[in-house]
């Protein structure tokens, strides 16, 4: 089973309107972090925000925040205000906890987020 | 505090040849991982690197290796070139566990060194 889904492969979103990129998880580790990677056209990935699964608010940085759902292992990025800098692929992304498997974060495949004047 | 930086950005190789991408993580950092991005796989993970050691690798041939030395630069070495290793190779480093990390830290991504094999 994939680690993280992402089921969103292009979004288009007006200047200016809020848009949610999806992310659904899947982990059976009580202790885990979700992570959003933005990733323009240049290549070099950008770290936008993090969750842990134990912070009980929803993680808020600047116009991005997430809508953490834990119960439905969900862990939806909110990008208000869009700008048209803000196109570029999203990648959402899960560490787990201590075990064996060290720093890997799992990636999902990405949505492509087009902003449109 | 400088980046993650990769050398060389661009690369281009014919079948049969072998390739050695490098990587400095950002200071401090000891924690290296390497992942392969391509359009149809998305990020695929490759390996990660610990003070010198390989912690956790990710289901690639042998074909595919990797180090890392005591200043927590590492290499990525790829032998026998196929024309599917054309990709987008990413190195990331972060803190981890064992220095004062958290689930909290993040991976710090390289600008990635593009390959391609002719």
């Known amino acids: 089973a994939q680690k993280i889904t992402q089921t969103q492969p292009g979004m288009f979103v007006q200047e200016k309107e809020a848009v949610t990129l999806d992310c659904t998880y899947d982990?059976?580790?009580?202790?885990?972090?979700l992570f959003w990677y933005k990733q323009p056209s240049s290549g070099e990935m950008i770290f936008l925000i993090y969750?842990?699964?134990?912070?009980?608010q929803n993680a808020t940085e600047g116009r991005y925040s997430l809508n953490f759902q834990k119960a439905r292992k969900s862990a939806n990025l909110v990008i208000s205000a869009s700008q048209l800098g803000d196109s570029a692929m999203y990648f959402c992304?899960?560490?787990?906890?201590?075990?064996?498997?060290?720093?890997?974060?799992?990636f999902g495949t990405g949505t492509s987020l087009t902003v449109i004047p | 505090k400088a980046g993650v930086t990769q050398t060389p950005r661009y690369l281009i190789k014919t079948r049969g040849q072998q390739v050695t991408l490098s990587c400095s993580p950002i200071s401090g950092h000891r924690s290296v991982s390497w992942y392969q991005q391509t359009p149809g796989q998305g990020l695929q993970f490759l390996f990660e690197y610990f003070s010198e050691t390989q912690r956790n690798k990710g289901n690639f041939p042998g074909r595919f290796s990797g180090r890392q030395f005591s200043n927590s630069r590492s290499e990525m070495n790829v032998s026998t070139l196929e024309l599917g290793d054309s990709a987008l190779y990413l190195c990331a480093s972060s803190l981890a566990w064992g220095s004062g990390g958290s689930m909290r830290n993040e991976q710090f991504f390289g600008p990635g060194t593009r390959l391609t094999v002719l």
């Open positions: 969750q842990g699964s134990y912070d009980e």
């Open positions: 982990t059976s580790d009580q202790s885990y972090g």
């Open positions: 992304a899960m560490r787990e906890g201590l075990k064996d498997t060290g720093n890997q974060f799992y």
